[in-house]
């Protein structure tokens, strides 16, 4: 729906709002015009149910003011003195149950704003979902890493805490979805969302543009399965509800990437890497003719490297995934007589753009649009931006435009276009473990449309491989300067304190006479 239709919509729910309600506006001691008075009603509605002012300000927060809606009805029919049973019929009928009772047998209905505790508690309840929906969409988001794209910078089994203030918060714009799901209901295995309506796309301010060599998370743009890790036909979802990917953003809006040899290289120059970054690459390990390295010294390589992935295919070399310091510990072996980063040089179709031009070890160089830049489309860069124009450049969810080439000329929605000028940033992601990730040199460019938010924080990580937990990665912080470090000791010492302190202030408290 367009920024017009839903302001067509919202002035029509107003009409229909105070059409079926605005008797139980007057049975409560307000006037009937304060019904139709759009932002006002919700407000007087809110005194009415005798709950908070700040209600009133969560009913018109997307992705927040659905689940508020039913609430505000279940809590009318509670304080209009229907039964439990009709309470929850009036929540499944949309508030239509109690407009026919305001309507039919106005004179029975009895006006008490006071509740009593069990519903109370039910509200409670209710308010701490959309509490926790209102965290969830706008603040921060608790995320798993499932696969080893980031590894050793980030790890499988880590538990992260996402920012999406950092950013700045993306408007949820699947207006019906169920809260705190993604896109899969667990045990049903069904969507957990409706395509339609959508809110167009928009976003609230952050106080950090993304920089280079963040991680980032971000909806994975080439993602068509319904269900993450299962193969199906392909699926258009909302680009919100595409599956969550991590990887570090190594080019930004205006960067010409190219890999060579399997370095990346960002503006013409090798590029560098904060604190905390583990790149790993496969090497050939060679070792002195006849000799082979022994059972142990490959397990105290695994041990202090956790280099689990180990292959021999021929007699003179062994394949390793190994960051920096790992090699170096490995050419010190005296069986080792050289070692060799092991590249990917065949050109595929399965590397971006899908016409066999360049191989995930011999990449680009490729420009990375930023928004503004007017762009002279052509045969040659036609394949690395057709899914831009395509999909990314309506800036709207399930909205594509027909892009296709007749004789070098573009044409888009049947327009024959030259030049373009690109509507938003793009942005090159790459996982640290660069032999095994799957990243843009696969699917391409990521839009600043897609982005969700900045891992910030490990609160638990579990190592599945050793079936043990990582204690010295819990309570540590995602990015930051020289070795992690955690803070599981001093967080649980000043829960401590504040349980003590509180037990103290309760020991001390005097009894009520």
Known sequence: ????????????????????????????????????????????????INRPWYWGVLFFIPGINLMMMLVYQFQLAEVFGLKPRERWITVFTFGLYLAYKAYFEFNRLEYK???????????SIMFAVIAATLVHSYMFQPFTIPTGSLEKSLLIGDYLFVSKLHYGPRVPMTTIQVPMLHDTIPVLKIRSYLKRPQLPYMRLPGFQKVKRNDIVV?????????????????????????????????????????????????????????????????????TK???????????????????????????DYYIMNLTDEAKKAVEQFPEVEKTEMYLDTI???????????????????????????????????YPIY???????????????????????TVYINGKPVKEYTFKQNYYWMMGDNRSNSEDSRVWGFVPWTHITGKPVFIWFSYDKRHGKIRWDRLFTTVSGKGKRVSYLWPFLLLVALYYAYSYYRKKKKPAKK
């Open 1 to 48: 729906m367009t920024t017009e239709q839903w302001f067509i919509f919202f002035l029509a729910a107003n009409v229909i709002h105070f059409m079926l309600f605005w008797k139980l506006y007057v049975k409560a001691g307000h006037s009937a015009w304060s019904a139709a008075i759009p932002f006002y009603n919700v407000f007087v509605m809110t005194k009415i």
């Open 218 to 286: 971000f909806n994975w743009p080439a993602d068509t399965v319904r269900q993450f890790f299962k193969e199906e036909a392909g699926v258009r979802k909302p680009f919100e509800k595409k599956s969550n990917y991590v990887k570090r953003c190594v080019g930004l809006p205006g960067d010409t990437i190219q890999i060579k040899n399997g370095i990346l290289y960002v503006n013409g120059k090798r590029a560098t890497y904060p604190d905390r970054t583990h790149l790993q690459h496969l090497y050939k390990v060679y």
């Open 347 to 381: 050109k595929s179709a399965k590397v971006f753009p899908g016409d066999k031009r360049w191989s995930r070890d011999n990449f680009g160089p490729v420009y990375i649009p930023k928004k503004g830049d007017k762009i002279k489309l052509t045969e040659e860069n």
């Open 113 to 123: 704003p006071e509740h009593d505790d069990k519903e109370t508690l039910i509200g």
């Open 386 to 408: 057709k899914k831009l124009l395509t999909e990314y450049e309506t800036m709207e969810p399930l909205s594509y435009n027909q892009v296709e080439m007749k004789n070098g």
């Open 289 to 315: 003719k006849g000799v082979s390295l022994s059972v142990g010294e490959l397990r105290r390589l695994d041990k202090r490297y956790d280099v689990y992935e180990i292959a021999r295919p021929s007699k």
